[in-house]
């Protein structure tokens, strides 16, 4: 890896970081309530083109929010990613869908939220399945 890789690696990481810290306190200090208007459109979703420069900056993101979120000292839950990597992705003006969906099996109440941009699940992908998806909220680019 070269020197100008490495450099934009460092940044990345540094970026996921900060953006996990914002969302970690965005979601501990304010209610749900008073941040749904930041989510975006309620009930929307962003469209599934298949860009590949859109695929491309979200599997770099999805990377990112990946790599550091175990190093950090607080739990990084679903909705604090999700709301991370949508930070990051509106940085680079692409659109996105958070959802958030309750557990299928109906013995136990169970909520997860994850992000998809264009037709990559960023964040909370792996267990999406298990959910039925009872909201939305599409961030535009820019």
């Not at 969302?23 to 590949?52: N, T």
């Not at 969906?101 to 109440?109: C, L, N, Q, W």
């Not at 941009?117 to 961030?139: A, C, F, L, W």
């Amino acid at each position: 890896m070269n020197i100008r890789s490495r450099f934009f690696n460092i940044l990345l990481r540094l970026e996921a970081i900060f953006c996990l810290a914002f969302a970690r306190l965005v979601v501990s200090w304010i209610s749900f309530r008073r941040l749904v208007p930041y989510l975006g459109r309620p009930m929307q979703e962003s469209p599934e083109e298949a860009s590949p420069l859109y695929r491309g900056r979200a599997r770099r993101v999805a990377w990112g929010i990946y790599l550091v979120k175990s190093w950090l000292p607080w739990e990084n839950t679903c909705l604090v990613q999700a709301i991370a990597a949508m930070i990051m992705l509106r940085r680079r003006r692409q659109p996105s869908t958070l959802y958030m969906g309750v557990s299928i099996d109906h013995a136990e109440f169970e909520a997860h939220a994850w992000l998809r941009s264009d037709d990559v699940v960023v964040t909370g992908g792996e267990e999406k399945d298990k959910y039925k998806v009872i909201n939305s909220y599409m961030r535009s680019a820019g």
